[in-house]
């Protein structure tokens, strides 16, 4: 069955981006002249999705109102002739068909995910997580989708990762299968070094099987009392074979400060218009 749709998650507080996130959704925070969302809806075009799925929450309001029709700056525009920005803004709003669904508390990601259920029914789905902005030629989501055509189960998105940033990720137990694909053997949730069994982290993609939500149900909160999508996983091992993707592309953590500026920076210096005076300050500067 093909992947039609995709649930992109938008619910955290934003802790690490205070005092901004008291008022703007993390995932409005702009790199260059888009906020982070909207990379991730437009991977999911990019990847052949038909329809997005937002889970949010309390004082998220912005990202709906972004991907909706302004009439009164649209009005502004073309009074002014800016004929380019007003198509730009037109085209925005109506990428694709996206609904919203408030995940009412912040239980983890597997609980923010198992929130969408009614809404992908039957269907395998993917899952793109905003924080994770990757820069690749061929979308790393549509990577994943081709892999998932060949075995027809689950995919989730991993990058090699220092030993000591182990505990910062979901750390897969491989068996290589191919170049960049490996059988999955074991998830664990953010292990010590000495405990992890590879240095094969789990990024922010995911191409899941419906039977996922059956299992949320179920899971256990975990690490910081939370419905960790990590356990769910492993508990799904026991029903269905999962791969892993190493990915083409360059992964920027831009749920950090120092990842946002490092994303900010880097895709602003390919910018035609702006790219060559910043990459003259930052030899100034430096």
């Not at 191919?178 to 074991?186: E, M």
């Not at 900010?264 to 218009?273: G, H, M, R, S």
Request: hydrophobic content about 40%; aromatic content about 8%; glycine content about 6%.
């Amino acid at each position: 069955m093909k992947v039609r749709k995709a649930v992109i998650t938008a619910a955290g507080w934003g802790t690490r981006f205070l005092p901004i996130t008291r008022s703007q959704p993390k995932e409005m925070l702009p790199v260059v002249n888009k906020p982070l969302i909207q990379y991730s809806v437009e991977e999911a075009i990019n990847s052949g999705i038909e329809q997005i799925i937002v889970i949010t929450a309390l004082g998220k309001r912005a990202i709906e109102d972004y991907f909706d029709r302004s009439f009164e700056l649209e009005y502004f525009l073309e009074q002014k002739r800016e004929t380019k920005l007003l198509q730009e803004m037109r085209e925005l709003s109506s990428l694709i068909d996206v609904c919203y669904i408030r995940q009412k508390e912040q239980l983890g990601l597997g609980h923010a995910i198992l929130t969408a259920k009614n809404f992908v029914a039957d269907e395998p789905f993917a899952v793109l997580l905003p924080d994770d902005l990757i820069d690749s030629r061929v979308p790393a989501l549509k990577q994943m989708v081709e892999v998932y055509e060949q075995y027809g189960t689950s995919v989730i998105a991993i990058k090699r990762v220092s030993s000591q940033n182990t505990v910062k990720y979901g750390i897969i137990e491989p068996k290589r299968v191919s170049a960049k694909i490996y059988q999955v053997l074991g998830l664990t949730e953010k292990p010590k070094p000495q405990e992890a069994p590879s240095n094969l982290g789990v990024v922010g993609r995911y191409i899941l099987m419906p039977q996922i939500f059956d299992v949320l149900e179920v899971t256990p909160p975990g690490k910081n009392q939370e419905i960790q999508l990590t356990d769910a996983l492993q508990l799904l091992l026991q029903q269905q074979t999962i791969y892993a993707y190493e990915f083409d592309g360059v992964r920027y953590d831009a749920g950090t400060p120092l990842g946002w500026l490092e994303a900010t920076i880097a895709f602003a210096l390919k910018q035609p218009d702006i790219g060559r005076e910043l990459r003259e300050y930052l030899r100034q500067l430096l």
